[in-house]
C-alpha cells in the first residue's frame, strides 16, 4: 500500500502467511493440560491445548477467533513451542514479551518467522493482540489450566 | 434560577457543511501516516467546535469559582452561567422546568442514578424493570446489579435479525407487575432507530415508568420529552461529549414530581438542606442529586454546545445524517465483500453503519483504514448482547455528524476496497 510504512511495519507477508493458512489450528491432539485466552475489549478468543510428554511439548493445538495479528501470533508460537520444554516455551513468552516491550527481535533460535511480529510494538492498541496466545500458553503450563484476559494487569 | 423565558431565540442558519467544518480544526489534521482525518468515529464521541472550546476557556479565564457558595461576583457569575446552561438544555429537550435537568458525568451516571435513587427506592422483590436485547452495556449492568441485590425481575425485549425490536414480543414482555421500562432510543451499535410509541403506550398502559437511553439520539435529532414515544417519558438520559461539548459531563432530565420522590444517589455537600450530628435533609431538586463541586466549566460549555446544535436546527441535523447514511448504505453496498447489519434503508436507523467485510477481522479494516486517515470504530461496541444475537465477535462500525460529508463516505469505500484488496477477499 502507497504510504505504508507503518503498514509494512505491521503486516509482514509472513503473518498474512500464517494468518491465511494457520498452523496447528484445531487440531485434534489429547492435551494434558489448556487454558482459554481472552481479550475483551476487542472479542479475540484463543484456546490453547498442549500434550506434555516429561516436560516436552509433544503436540500443541490452538483454536478461536479474531484479527490477523492474534490468530499469525497463535500460529508463530504453537510452531516454535512444539517439541520444546516447558522452560524453553517460558523462555520464548519471555522474550515475546520483551519484544512487544522493546520492538527489537531477540536473537533466539527458532524465532524467525516471530520476529516479523516485532513491528507491532510501534501500535500500542495491537500488542494486546499479538500477546494473548503467549499469555495463554503461559497460562496452560503454569498451573494445568486456566483462563487469561489480557486486562487483568498481570502483565 | 434561570427561568426558560430569560433564554434568548437562537437564530436559525442555513445548513452550510463547509462553514461547520470551519468550526471544527481537529478536521485538518493529519494522522500518522500523513494522509487527512476522515473522522467517522461519531457515536463514541463527537468532535467539539470552536466555540464550545472558547467557552471553556471564557469561563476559566473570566468567571472561575466555585458555585452556589460565595457571595463575591465571581461566585455569583459562575453560579449564574451553571444555570443558565442547565436551562438551555431543558430548553434543547422540551422540558418543563430547568429543575428536571440534573448534571451527571455520563449516560451511564445518569441510568445508575435513576437506579440507586428511584428503583431501589420503589421496586420490590418481584417487580418487573424491562429492557431489550440492543441496549448499551450501560443500560444493561445497573439492571443486572439491582436485580442481584433487590430480587427484581429483570426481562429483555428481543432483538430481530434485521436489528429491529421484536414489538409483539415488547406487547407480552410489558406485564402488570412491569415498573419501568428502560429502553434505547437508537441503538450505538446498529443505529436502529426504536420505534418508542409501541412501548411507550404498552408501558404507560401497564403503569410502568419509561427511561429513554437518549445518549445516541438526544445528539443527532429533535427530541422532546413531552412528545417523546408520543405520550411523553419520565425519564432521559445522555451525554454531552457526543453532542460536541466537553467529557465528563452528562444529563438526567426527569418529571419534576418523579424526582421529588427519589432518594439521593451519592450523599455530600451541595445536596443537603440541614447537616446535624445525627442526621440531614436534603436539598430540593436537582442540588439533591448534585452532590459535591459540580463540573461546572463543561456544564457551561455543554450549554455552548446545545446553542450550537439549536442555530443550525435539530431537523436539519436528521437530515444531514439521513442523506449521509443514505448515501453510505449504497455505497458500502458496492464494496465487494461488505456485510451491513442493521435495517437496510436511512430512514429507521441513525447515522451509524455497522458491517463486516468478509474474510478480514474488524480489527485489521480499522488498522487498514487509519493509513488512509479513515477512524472507525471496530469491537463489540459495549453491546455484546446483540454481538451474540447476531454471531459475530465484533463489527467494524462508520459513524456520522454534522460535519460529515460524502466525500469521506467514499473514501470509507475505497478504503474498504483496499483492505479488501489487501487481505485477498474474494466477491
Known amino acids: 500500500m502507497a504510504e505504508s510504512g507503518l503498514m509494512e511495519d505491521l503486516y ?26 481472552a481479550n475483551p475489549l476487542c472479542g479475540d478468543q484463543v484456546r490453547v491445548d498442549v500434550a506434555l510428554v516429561d516436560g516436552v511439548v509433544e503436540a500443541i493445538s490452538f483454536s478461536g477467533q479474531g484479527c490477523s495479528i492474534s490468530q499469525a501470533s497463535a500460529s508463530m508460537m504453537t510452531e516454535y513451542v512444539k517439541g520444546r520444554d516447558t522452560a524453553a516455551a517460558l523462555q520464548g513468552d519471555e522474550a515475546f514479551q520483551q ?30 493482540c499479538a500477546s494473548l496466545a503467549w499469555k495463554t500458553l503461559a497460562q496452560a503450563l503454569a498451573d494445568g489450566g486456566g483462563s487469561v484476559t489480557t486486562d487483568d494487569g498481570s502483565r | ?37 476522515v473522522y467517522l468515529d461519531n457515536a463514541a464521541t463527537s468532535q467539539r467546535p470552536v466555540q464550545v472550546l472558547a467557552e471553556i476557556t471564557r469561563f476559566y479565564r473570566d468567571h472561575n469559582a466555585n458555585i452556589h457558595r460565595g457571595v463575591h461576583t465571581l461566585s455569583v457569575e ?44 420503589h421496586l420490590q422483590p418481584g417487580d418487573e424493570v424491562v429492557i431489550s436485547e440492543i441496549e448499551h452495556h450501560s443500560n444493561i449492568v445497573p439492571w443486572q446489579m439491582l436485580r442481584d441485590e433487590r430480587g427484581i425481575t429483570l426481562k429483555y425485549i428481543p432483538m430481530l435479525p434485521d436489528g429491529t425490536l421484536d414489538l409483539d414480543a415488547a406487547r407480552s414482555i410489558i406485564t402488570d407487575r412491569t415498573r419501568l421500562v428502560s429502553i434505547t432510543a437508537m441503538s450505538n451499535a446498529l443505529g436502529t ?3 418508542l410509541d409501541v412501548i411507550v403506550a404498552r408501558a404507560r398502559a401497564v403503569g410502568a415508568l419509561v427511561l429513554v437511553d437518549g445518549a445516541q ?15 411523553g ?80 436546527g435539530m431537523d436539519a441535523v436528521r437530515r444531514h445524517e439521513r442523506e449521509i447514511t443514505d448515501y453510505a448504505l449504497r455505497r458500502l453496498a458496492d464494496v465487494p465483500g461488505v456485510t451491513i447489519f442493521g435495517v437496510p434503508d436511512a430512514e429507521r436507523r441513525g447515522g451509524v453503519i455497522s458491517f463486516e467485510l468478509d474474510g478480514v477481522h474488524p480489527h485489521d479494516i480499522g488498522q487498514v483504514l487509519d493509513t488512509k486517515g479513515v477512524a472507525i470504530r471496530t469491537g463489540h461496541h459495549c453491546a455484546q448482547p446483540v454481538m451474540l444475537a447476531l454471531n459475530v465477535p465484533a463489527t467494524a462500525r462508520a459513524s ?25 477477499v474474494r466477491k
Open chain 1, 12 to 37: 509482514r507477508e509472513i503473518i498474512l502467511d500464517h494468518y491465511r493458512q494457520p498452523r496447528n489450528h484445531g487440531t485434534a491432539i489429547e492435551p494434558t493440560c489448556s487454558a482459554d485466552g
Open chain 1, 99 to 128: 519484544m512487544m516491550l522493546t520492538g527489537e527481535a531477540p536473537d533466539i533460535d527458532g524465532f524467525d518467522d516471530i520476529a516479523a511480529l516485532a513491528g507491532v510494538a510501534k501500535f500500542p492498541a495491537r500488542v494486546k
Open chain 2, 1 to 37: 434560577m434561570t427561568s426558560l423565558a430569560d433564554l434568548p431565540a437562537v437564530e436559525r442558519l442555513p445548513y452550510d457543511i463547509a462553514r461547520i467544518r470551519r468550526d471544527f480544526p481537529i478536521l485538518k489534521r493529519e494522522v500518522s501516516s500523513g494522509a487527512r482525518l
Open chain 2, 78 to 121: 459562575a453560579t449564574e452561567l451553571y444555570e443558565q446552561a442547565r436551562a438551555k438544555v431543558a430548553r434543547f429537550i422540551g422540558a418543563a422546568d430547568p429543575r428536571e435537568i440534573i448534571f451527571t458525568h455520563n449516560t451511564t451516571e445518569s441510568i445508575n442514578l435513576v437506579a440507586h435513587g428511584w428503583a431501589r427506592k
Open chain 2, 193 to 195: 432507530i426504536v420505534p
Open chain 2, 217 to 231: 439520539s438526544v445528539p443527532h435529532m429533535p427530541v422532546d420529552v413531552q412528545t417523546l414515544g408520543s405520550l
Open chain 2, 233 to 312: 417519558v419520565d425519564f432521559l438520559a445522555f451525554s454531552g461529549h457526543k453532542m460536541l461539548a466537553p467529557f465528563g459531563i452528562g444529563i438526567l432530565w426527569g418529571r419534576l414530581p418523579v424526582l421529588e420522590s427519589m432518594d439521593p444517589f451519592m450523599g455530600g455537600g451541595d445536596m443537603i438542606l440541614t447537616v446535624s450530628m445525627e442526621r440531614s435533609t436534603w436539598a430540593d431538586v436537582p442540588a439533591k442529586f448534585e452532590a459535591g463541586t459540580p463540573n461546572v466549566g463543561d456544564a457551561i460549555a455543554l450549554g455552548a454546545a446545545v446553542d450550537y446544535l439549536s442555530a443550525l
Open chain 2, 400 to 424: 456520522f455528524y454534522i460535519y460529515n460529508t460524502t466525500d469521506e463516505v467514499d473514501a470509507l469505500a475505497s478504503g474498504l476496497e483496499e483492505v479488501g484488496r489487501f487481505f485477498g
